[in-house]
Protein backbone atom coordinates (compact mmCIF):
# COMPACT_ATOMS: atom_id res chain seq x y z
CA UNK A 1 0.00 0.00 0.00
CA UNK A 2 2.80 2.32 0.56
CA UNK A 3 5.18 1.58 -2.15
CA UNK A 4 5.40 1.88 -5.36
CA UNK A 5 4.80 -1.70 -6.31
CA UNK A 6 1.63 -2.24 -8.36
CA UNK A 7 1.87 1.31 -9.61
CA UNK A 8 0.88 2.33 -13.13
CA UNK A 9 3.62 4.75 -13.60
CA UNK A 10 3.95 7.06 -16.78
CA UNK A 11 7.42 7.95 -17.50
CA UNK A 12 7.56 11.54 -19.77
CA UNK A 13 10.97 11.58 -21.16
CA UNK A 14 12.18 14.61 -23.22
CA UNK A 15 15.29 16.41 -25.11
CA UNK A 16 18.15 16.48 -22.53
CA UNK A 17 21.29 14.95 -22.16
CA UNK A 18 20.32 14.15 -18.59
CA UNK A 19 17.64 11.66 -20.56
CA UNK A 20 20.17 8.86 -19.80
CA UNK A 21 20.32 9.29 -15.55
CA UNK A 22 16.42 8.64 -16.10
CA UNK A 23 17.05 5.07 -18.04
CA UNK A 24 18.58 4.18 -14.11
CA UNK A 25 15.51 5.74 -12.87
CA UNK A 26 13.56 3.41 -14.80
CA UNK A 27 14.96 0.83 -14.07
CA UNK A 28 14.80 1.39 -10.61
CA UNK A 29 11.14 1.90 -10.98
CA UNK A 30 10.82 -1.68 -12.63
CA UNK A 31 12.90 -3.23 -9.37
CA UNK A 32 10.45 -1.55 -7.59
CA UNK A 33 7.72 -3.64 -9.36
CA UNK A 34 5.87 -0.41 -10.79
CA UNK A 35 4.42 -0.71 -14.29
CA UNK A 36 6.43 1.63 -15.99
CA UNK A 37 5.16 2.97 -19.48
CA UNK A 38 7.91 5.88 -21.19
CA UNK A 39 6.93 8.19 -23.62
CA UNK A 40 9.83 9.92 -25.31
CA UNK A 41 9.82 13.08 -27.24
CA UNK A 42 11.29 12.83 -30.77
CA UNK A 43 14.18 14.95 -29.22
CA UNK A 44 14.95 12.39 -26.48
CA UNK A 45 15.05 9.93 -28.96
CA UNK A 46 18.52 11.49 -30.44
CA UNK A 47 20.05 10.95 -26.55
CA UNK A 48 18.88 7.73 -25.55
CA UNK A 49 17.00 5.03 -27.85
CA UNK A 50 13.20 3.49 -27.21
CA UNK A 51 14.86 0.29 -26.87
CA UNK A 52 17.03 0.97 -24.17
CA UNK A 53 13.81 2.00 -22.15
CA UNK A 54 11.81 -0.52 -23.00
CA UNK A 55 14.26 -2.96 -22.22
CA UNK A 56 14.42 -1.75 -18.77
CA UNK A 57 10.77 -1.00 -18.62
CA UNK A 58 10.02 -4.68 -19.71
CA UNK A 59 7.03 -2.64 -21.88
CA UNK A 60 6.76 -1.31 -24.93
CA UNK A 61 7.75 2.98 -25.43
CA UNK A 62 5.46 5.29 -27.10
CA UNK A 63 6.93 8.31 -29.15
CA UNK A 64 4.66 8.64 -32.32
CA UNK A 65 1.51 10.90 -31.67
CA UNK A 66 -0.25 8.77 -34.24
CA UNK A 67 0.67 5.37 -34.13
CA UNK A 68 0.21 3.50 -37.51
CA UNK A 69 -1.55 0.46 -36.25
CA UNK A 70 -5.31 0.89 -35.57
CA UNK A 71 -5.92 -0.45 -32.24
CA UNK A 72 -3.11 2.46 -30.89
CA UNK A 73 -4.60 5.73 -32.20
CA UNK A 74 -6.17 6.32 -28.35
CA UNK A 75 -2.49 6.19 -26.90
CA UNK A 76 -2.45 9.07 -25.16
CA UNK A 77 -6.00 8.89 -23.48
CA UNK A 78 -5.34 5.16 -22.47
CA UNK A 79 -2.00 6.27 -21.01
CA UNK A 80 -3.86 9.28 -19.23
CA UNK A 81 -6.46 6.97 -18.20
CA UNK A 82 -4.34 4.24 -16.80
CA UNK A 83 -1.41 6.31 -15.03
CA UNK A 84 -1.54 6.46 -11.07
CA UNK A 85 1.11 9.10 -11.81
CA UNK A 86 3.27 11.21 -14.47
CA UNK A 87 7.21 11.74 -13.94
CA UNK A 88 8.85 14.13 -16.42
CA UNK A 89 12.26 13.79 -16.15
CA UNK A 90 13.86 15.07 -17.55
CA UNK A 91 11.68 18.14 -18.68
CA UNK A 92 13.62 20.50 -20.92
CA UNK A 93 12.87 24.10 -21.79
CA UNK A 94 11.02 23.22 -24.84
CA UNK A 95 8.52 20.60 -23.05
CA UNK A 96 8.31 22.96 -20.09
CA UNK A 97 7.14 25.34 -22.48
CA UNK A 98 4.87 22.95 -24.42
CA UNK A 99 3.09 22.11 -20.82
CA UNK A 100 2.63 25.56 -19.41
CA UNK A 101 1.15 26.49 -22.60
CA UNK A 102 -1.43 23.95 -22.87
CA UNK A 103 0.23 22.82 -26.25
CA UNK A 104 -0.72 19.68 -27.78
CA UNK A 105 1.98 18.70 -30.58
CA UNK A 106 3.41 15.47 -29.55
CA UNK A 107 2.44 12.99 -27.43
CA UNK A 108 4.08 13.50 -24.00
CA UNK A 109 2.09 16.95 -24.31
CA UNK A 110 -1.08 15.61 -25.12
CA UNK A 111 -0.53 12.68 -22.89
CA UNK A 112 -0.47 15.43 -20.24
CA UNK A 113 -3.06 17.41 -21.05
CA UNK A 114 -5.43 14.25 -20.61
CA UNK A 115 -4.54 12.91 -17.06
CA UNK A 116 -6.01 13.42 -14.24
CA UNK A 117 -3.08 12.05 -12.12
CA UNK A 118 -1.09 14.29 -10.18
CA UNK A 119 2.39 15.25 -12.95
CA UNK A 120 5.97 15.67 -11.28
CA UNK A 121 7.86 17.65 -13.16
CA UNK A 122 11.92 17.21 -13.17
CA UNK A 123 13.94 20.05 -14.82
CA UNK A 124 17.15 20.02 -16.53
CA UNK A 125 18.88 22.03 -19.14
CA UNK A 126 21.81 24.91 -19.57
CA UNK A 127 21.82 27.06 -16.37
CA UNK A 128 21.03 30.58 -18.63
CA UNK A 129 17.88 28.38 -20.01
CA UNK A 130 17.01 27.76 -16.65
CA UNK A 131 17.18 30.69 -15.10
CA UNK A 132 15.66 32.80 -17.86
CA UNK A 133 12.59 34.77 -16.92
CA UNK A 134 10.11 32.56 -20.16
CA UNK A 135 11.37 29.49 -17.93
CA UNK A 136 11.23 30.91 -14.81
CA UNK A 137 7.27 32.35 -15.85
CA UNK A 138 6.44 28.52 -17.54
CA UNK A 139 7.78 27.01 -14.16
CA UNK A 140 5.59 29.11 -12.55
CA UNK A 141 2.29 29.03 -14.65
CA UNK A 142 2.54 25.37 -13.92
CA UNK A 143 2.60 25.28 -10.42
CA UNK A 144 -0.23 27.34 -10.44
CA UNK A 145 -1.84 24.94 -13.05
CA UNK A 146 -1.64 22.30 -10.26
CA UNK A 147 1.92 20.48 -11.40
CA UNK A 148 4.18 19.31 -8.78
CA UNK A 149 7.71 20.69 -9.28
CA UNK A 150 11.39 19.60 -8.01
CA UNK A 151 13.86 22.72 -8.80
CA UNK A 152 17.01 21.42 -10.72
CA UNK A 153 20.17 20.93 -9.05
CA UNK A 154 23.37 22.95 -8.92
CA UNK A 155 26.61 21.74 -10.02
CA UNK A 156 28.71 21.24 -13.42
CA UNK A 157 26.32 21.11 -16.47
CA UNK A 158 26.80 18.33 -19.19
CA UNK A 159 27.89 22.36 -21.29
CA UNK A 160 30.96 22.74 -18.57
CA UNK A 161 29.32 25.37 -17.00
CA UNK A 162 28.65 25.32 -13.41
CA UNK A 163 24.88 26.51 -11.76
CA UNK A 164 21.59 25.22 -11.19
CA UNK A 165 20.78 23.18 -14.66
CA UNK A 166 21.35 20.11 -13.53
CA UNK A 167 18.88 16.95 -13.23
CA UNK A 168 17.46 16.55 -9.62
CA UNK A 169 18.95 13.07 -8.19
CA UNK A 170 16.73 9.75 -7.69
CA UNK A 171 17.16 9.47 -4.31
CA UNK A 172 15.53 13.25 -4.16
CA UNK A 173 12.95 12.61 -6.41
CA UNK A 174 11.73 8.86 -5.67
CA UNK A 175 10.24 9.94 -2.50
CA UNK A 176 8.01 13.27 -3.91
CA UNK A 177 7.00 10.06 -6.34
CA UNK A 178 6.01 7.76 -3.54
CA UNK A 179 4.31 10.66 -2.03
CA UNK A 180 1.74 11.20 -5.00
CA UNK A 181 0.18 7.92 -4.73
CA UNK A 182 0.23 7.65 -1.30
CA UNK A 183 -2.65 8.82 0.72
CA UNK A 184 -2.40 11.73 2.61
CA UNK A 185 -3.53 10.60 5.98
CA UNK A 186 -1.07 13.07 7.89
CA UNK A 187 -1.56 16.05 5.53
CA UNK A 188 -1.02 19.54 7.82
CA UNK A 189 0.31 17.48 10.74
CA UNK A 190 4.09 18.79 12.10
CA UNK A 191 5.50 15.49 13.30
CA UNK A 192 9.14 15.69 15.07
CA UNK A 193 10.84 12.51 14.79
CA UNK A 194 14.28 12.02 16.67
CA UNK A 195 16.67 9.31 15.57
CA UNK A 196 20.19 8.13 15.93
CA UNK A 197 22.27 7.79 19.04
CA UNK A 198 23.96 10.96 20.59
CA UNK A 199 27.64 11.74 21.36
CA UNK A 200 28.80 12.97 24.93
CA UNK A 201 32.18 14.19 24.41
CA UNK A 202 35.31 13.41 26.38
CA UNK A 203 38.00 15.33 24.76
CA UNK A 204 38.34 16.95 21.31
CA UNK A 205 39.19 13.15 20.32
CA UNK A 206 36.78 10.72 22.19
CA UNK A 207 33.30 10.03 23.18
CA UNK A 208 30.82 7.97 24.79
CA UNK A 209 27.91 6.69 22.57
CA UNK A 210 25.80 4.12 21.41
CA UNK A 211 25.09 1.27 18.55
CA UNK A 212 21.82 3.19 17.37
CA UNK A 213 22.26 3.93 13.55
CA UNK A 214 19.27 6.10 13.09
CA UNK A 215 17.50 3.77 10.96
CA UNK A 216 14.54 3.41 12.75
CA UNK A 217 13.97 7.02 12.80
CA UNK A 218 14.65 7.91 9.66
CA UNK A 219 12.65 5.15 8.24
CA UNK A 220 9.60 7.06 10.48
CA UNK A 221 10.49 10.82 9.04
CA UNK A 222 10.22 9.10 5.63
CA UNK A 223 7.03 7.59 5.83
CA UNK A 224 5.54 10.32 7.54
CA UNK A 225 6.64 12.41 4.32
CA UNK A 226 5.37 10.01 1.24
CA UNK A 227 1.94 10.20 4.04
CA UNK A 228 1.88 14.14 3.73
CA UNK A 229 3.17 15.25 6.62
CA UNK A 230 4.98 18.13 7.66
CA UNK A 231 8.54 16.69 8.98
CA UNK A 232 11.08 17.83 10.83
CA UNK A 233 14.22 15.19 12.06
CA UNK A 234 16.22 15.85 15.06
CA UNK A 235 19.28 13.51 14.33
CA UNK A 236 22.22 12.38 16.11
CA UNK A 237 25.29 11.62 14.50
CA UNK A 238 24.05 9.03 11.99
CA UNK A 239 25.67 8.21 8.76
CA UNK A 240 22.41 7.98 6.93
CA UNK A 241 21.75 10.76 4.31
CA UNK A 242 18.93 13.20 5.17
CA UNK A 243 15.57 11.98 3.25
CA UNK A 244 14.01 14.28 0.69
CA UNK A 245 11.44 16.86 1.92
CA UNK A 246 11.96 16.48 5.78
CA UNK A 247 13.76 19.42 7.76
CA UNK A 248 16.49 17.78 9.09
CA UNK A 249 18.40 19.26 11.75
CA UNK A 250 21.84 17.62 12.60
CA UNK A 251 22.52 17.77 16.42
CA UNK A 252 25.99 15.86 18.61
CA UNK A 253 24.90 15.36 22.35
CA UNK A 254 22.26 14.90 24.18
CA UNK A 255 21.86 18.87 25.14
CA UNK A 256 22.26 19.34 21.51
CA UNK A 257 19.42 17.35 21.12
CA UNK A 258 17.36 18.74 23.65
CA UNK A 259 17.68 22.48 22.80
CA UNK A 260 16.21 21.51 19.26
CA UNK A 261 13.63 19.42 20.09
CA UNK A 262 11.94 21.49 22.51
CA UNK A 263 12.43 24.35 20.51
CA UNK A 264 10.60 22.07 17.44
CA UNK A 265 8.16 20.34 19.92
CA UNK A 266 6.51 23.52 20.91
CA UNK A 267 4.14 23.18 17.72
CA UNK A 268 4.30 19.91 16.68
CA UNK A 269 1.16 17.53 16.51
CA UNK A 270 3.59 14.43 17.40
CA UNK A 271 6.82 13.46 18.67
CA UNK A 272 8.40 10.59 18.13
CA UNK A 273 11.66 10.13 20.16
CA UNK A 274 12.97 7.24 18.40
CA UNK A 275 16.89 8.57 18.92
CA UNK A 276 18.80 6.22 21.92
CA UNK A 277 19.78 9.41 23.95
CA UNK A 278 22.77 9.00 26.49
CA UNK A 279 21.31 8.98 29.85
CA UNK A 280 25.00 10.80 31.02
CA UNK A 281 27.57 12.21 30.00
CA UNK A 282 31.38 12.93 31.31
CA UNK A 283 31.24 15.26 34.54
CA UNK A 284 34.10 16.90 32.97
CA UNK A 285 34.86 17.83 29.22
CA UNK A 286 38.80 18.62 28.32
CA UNK A 287 39.38 21.03 26.14
CA UNK A 288 42.57 19.17 24.90
CA UNK A 289 43.06 15.72 23.90
CA UNK A 290 43.59 13.69 27.51
CA UNK A 291 47.09 12.14 26.96
CA UNK A 292 47.49 8.29 27.39
CA UNK A 293 49.24 8.84 30.65
CA UNK A 294 47.25 11.13 31.97
CA UNK A 295 43.99 9.23 31.38
CA UNK A 296 42.27 8.63 34.91
CA UNK A 297 40.87 4.69 34.92
CA UNK A 298 37.58 5.96 36.29
CA UNK A 299 34.69 8.54 34.43
CA UNK A 300 32.32 10.18 36.45
CA UNK A 301 29.40 10.78 34.83
CA UNK A 302 26.49 13.06 35.22
CA UNK A 303 22.84 13.01 33.96
CA UNK A 304 21.42 13.59 30.42
CA UNK A 305 17.99 15.60 31.20
CA UNK A 306 15.20 13.00 29.92
CA UNK A 307 13.81 14.78 26.86
CA UNK A 308 10.91 12.81 26.87
CA UNK A 309 9.92 13.17 30.39
CA UNK A 310 10.03 16.87 29.89
CA UNK A 311 8.21 16.62 26.88
CA UNK A 312 5.51 14.78 28.64
CA UNK A 313 5.42 17.46 31.06
CA UNK A 314 4.58 20.12 28.61
CA UNK A 315 2.40 18.11 26.34
CA UNK A 316 -0.32 20.48 24.77
CA UNK A 317 -3.79 19.37 24.60
CA UNK A 318 -4.02 16.55 21.38
CA UNK A 319 -0.06 16.83 21.09
CA UNK A 320 0.54 13.07 20.45
CA UNK A 321 3.59 11.77 22.56
CA UNK A 322 5.33 8.62 21.08
CA UNK A 323 8.47 6.87 23.26
CA UNK A 324 10.85 3.83 22.25
CA UNK A 325 12.40 1.87 24.72
CA UNK A 326 14.86 -0.78 23.96
CA UNK A 327 14.51 -3.60 26.72
CA UNK A 328 15.93 -6.85 26.76
CA UNK A 329 13.10 -8.82 29.13
CA UNK A 330 9.82 -8.01 30.28
CA UNK A 331 8.73 -6.11 27.33
CA UNK A 332 5.57 -5.16 28.22
CA UNK A 333 5.61 -4.62 32.03
CA UNK A 334 8.46 -2.62 31.22
CA UNK A 335 6.92 -0.47 28.27
CA UNK A 336 3.45 0.11 30.63
CA UNK A 337 5.80 1.22 33.34
CA UNK A 338 7.39 4.09 30.89
CA UNK A 339 4.40 5.12 29.26
CA UNK A 340 2.92 5.98 32.52
CA UNK A 341 6.07 7.79 34.11
CA UNK A 342 6.51 9.87 30.98
CA UNK A 343 3.09 10.81 30.36
CA UNK A 344 3.17 9.31 26.59
CA UNK A 345 -0.02 8.47 24.37
CA UNK A 346 2.12 5.45 22.53
CA UNK A 347 5.43 3.55 23.75
CA UNK A 348 7.02 0.99 20.83
CA UNK A 349 8.72 -1.45 22.82
CA UNK A 350 11.66 -3.33 21.10
CA UNK A 351 13.55 -6.56 21.95
CA UNK A 352 17.41 -5.38 21.35
CA UNK A 353 18.31 -8.90 22.19
CA UNK A 354 15.69 -10.89 19.08
CA UNK A 355 16.63 -12.01 16.18
CA UNK A 356 16.19 -9.35 13.58
CA UNK A 357 15.43 -6.76 15.47
CA UNK A 358 17.07 -3.48 17.66
CA UNK A 359 20.16 -1.52 16.68
CA UNK A 360 21.63 -1.75 13.36
CA UNK A 361 19.56 -4.12 11.96
CA UNK A 362 17.42 -3.59 8.52
CA UNK A 363 14.22 -5.21 10.00
CA UNK A 364 12.28 -4.54 13.88
CA UNK A 365 9.83 -5.86 15.88
CA UNK A 366 7.75 -3.47 17.97
CA UNK A 367 5.19 -3.97 20.48
CA UNK A 368 2.68 -0.98 20.53
CA UNK A 369 1.16 -0.07 23.68
CA UNK A 370 -0.87 2.49 24.20
CA UNK A 371 -2.76 4.32 27.33
CA UNK A 372 -6.28 2.61 26.89
CA UNK A 373 -5.80 -0.96 28.76
CA UNK A 374 -6.61 -2.65 25.58
CA UNK A 375 -3.89 -5.32 25.03
CA UNK A 376 -0.63 -4.03 23.38
CA UNK A 377 0.19 -4.90 19.52
CA UNK A 378 3.07 -7.01 18.79
CA UNK A 379 3.87 -6.35 15.29
CA UNK A 380 5.38 -8.58 13.16
CA UNK A 381 8.71 -9.26 12.45
CA UNK A 382 9.37 -6.47 9.15
CA UNK A 383 11.10 -4.19 7.48
CA UNK A 384 12.10 -0.76 9.43
CA UNK A 385 10.23 0.78 6.89
CA UNK A 386 7.47 -1.54 6.98
CA UNK A 387 7.10 -0.67 11.17
CA UNK A 388 7.25 2.99 10.36
CA UNK A 389 4.29 2.74 8.55
CA UNK A 390 2.60 0.66 10.74
CA UNK A 391 3.57 2.70 14.02
CA UNK A 392 1.99 5.87 11.38
CA UNK A 393 -1.45 4.12 11.09
CA UNK A 394 -1.72 3.97 15.13
CA UNK A 395 -0.99 7.39 14.85
CA UNK A 396 -3.31 8.48 12.60
CA UNK A 397 -5.81 6.12 14.27
CA UNK A 398 -5.46 8.10 17.23
CA UNK A 399 -6.01 11.04 15.41
CA UNK A 400 -9.22 9.69 13.49
CA UNK A 401 -10.22 8.57 17.56
CA UNK A 402 -9.68 12.46 18.89
CA UNK A 403 -11.84 13.59 15.84
CA UNK A 404 -15.06 11.52 16.74
CA UNK A 405 -14.64 12.60 20.04
CA UNK A 406 -14.74 16.68 19.46
O1 LIG B 1 13.84 5.64 29.91
P1 LIG B 1 14.46 5.32 28.61
O2 LIG B 1 15.72 6.06 28.37
O3 LIG B 1 14.63 3.86 28.35
O4 LIG B 1 13.37 5.83 27.55
C1 LIG B 1 13.57 5.71 26.20
C2 LIG B 1 12.82 6.79 25.52
O5 LIG B 1 13.12 8.04 26.11
C3 LIG B 1 13.20 6.93 24.05
O6 LIG B 1 12.05 7.34 23.34
C4 LIG B 1 14.27 8.01 24.09
O7 LIG B 1 14.33 8.72 22.85
C5 LIG B 1 13.82 8.89 25.23
N1 LIG B 1 14.91 9.52 25.98
C6 LIG B 1 14.97 10.86 26.04
N2 LIG B 1 15.95 11.51 26.77
C7 LIG B 1 16.86 10.77 27.42
C8 LIG B 1 16.80 9.38 27.38
C9 LIG B 1 15.82 8.77 26.65
O8 LIG B 1 14.15 11.53 25.42
N3 LIG B 1 17.79 11.41 28.09
Known amino acids: MYTLAGKNIVVGVSGSIAAFKVAGWVSALAKAEANVTVIMTEAAQRFVTPLTFAALSGNRVYGAMFAADA ?46 APV ?52 DVQPFLLRLVTPQDLAKKKIL ?137 NLEAAGRKKLAAKNLDLIAVNNVKAAGGGFEAETNQLLLIGRDQVAPEALPLVSKDAAAHMLLDRVSWLFRQAARLQ
Open 120 to 171: LICPAMNSAMYSHAATRANLETLRVHGYHLLQAASGVLACGEEGQGRLAEWP
Open 193 to 329: VTAGPTREAIDPARFLSNRSSGKMGYALARAAMARGAEVVLVSGPSALPDPAGVRVRRVISALDMYEAVLAEAADADVVIKAAAVADYRPATVFDEKVKKDQIDTSLSLIANPDILLELGRRKRPGQILIGFAAETR
Open 71 to 116: GEEMTHIRLAREADVMLIAPASAQTLARLAHGLADDLLAVTTLATR
